[in-house]
């Protein structure tokens, strides 16, 4: 794999790009502070806007890193920053990543995860040289599944109590896409 860590990327109504510091405010009034939005999520809500600080800090301390892939995501219309889409774990051996995401409930049912996911997985797959890339959700979050399903994945079972979130243990579904599924039948999907 090449790594090459977050590149802007852009889509129809959206701006993928690194975070930075003035993005603390929406952060926290979009989606960090709020438990519906973080309750199937690995990080807890944020109980102020100090916290979302330090938490955004540490995000732009990491983008020294060719291996760190984490974008904020920005509508165009407003540039308010209303979630967060990246690869979360990484598996050079194997050229797997997994990818996560967080937005705002204001935000949720309107496509924009799908279409902050699509030109990200491009990405990994043309440029970085992922592949396999999978995801997974709590069983009670089926949201989070269909955005999987939208951007190209197949789902391929459910592990058992595998996962933690901030419900407690969960069980995880789980969706993956090949670069040889991509390439034979996705190609068209991920137009950006």
Request: proline residues 1%; hydrophobic residues 35%.
């Amino acid at each position: 794999m090449k790594h090459l860590g977050t590149r802007k990327m852009e889509t129809e109504r959206l701006i993928l790009r690194k975070f930075e510091l003035t993005d603390v405010e929406d952060m926290y009034k979009n989606f960090a502070s709020y438990d519906d939005v973080t309750r199937y999520i690995t990080w807890a809500t944020h109980k102020n806007i100090e916290e979302t600080e330090k938490v955004v800090q540490a995000y732009v301390n990491e983008y020294e890193r060719d291996n760190y892939y984490h974008w904020c995501i920005e509508l165009k219309e407003t540039h308010e920053v209303i979630g967060s889409i990246g690869a979360y774990r990484m598996f050079d051996d194997l050229k797997l990543f997994e990818v996560g995401y967080v937005l705002g409930k204001d935000f949720w049912n309107k496509g924009i995860t799908t279409e902050a996911m699509k030109p990200l997985l491009k990405f990994f797959f043309d440029e970085v040289g992922v592949n396999r890339i999978e995801a997974r959700h709590d069983t009670k979050n089926p949201g989070s599944g269909k955005v999987m399903v939208k951007s190209g994945m197949q789902f391929e079972g459910i592990l058992r109590q595998s996962g933690k979130n901030n419900t407690g243990i969960c069980d995880s579904a789980i969706y993956a896409i090949l670069k040889e599924d991509y390439e034979k039948t996705n190609r068209k999907i991920f137009k950006a």
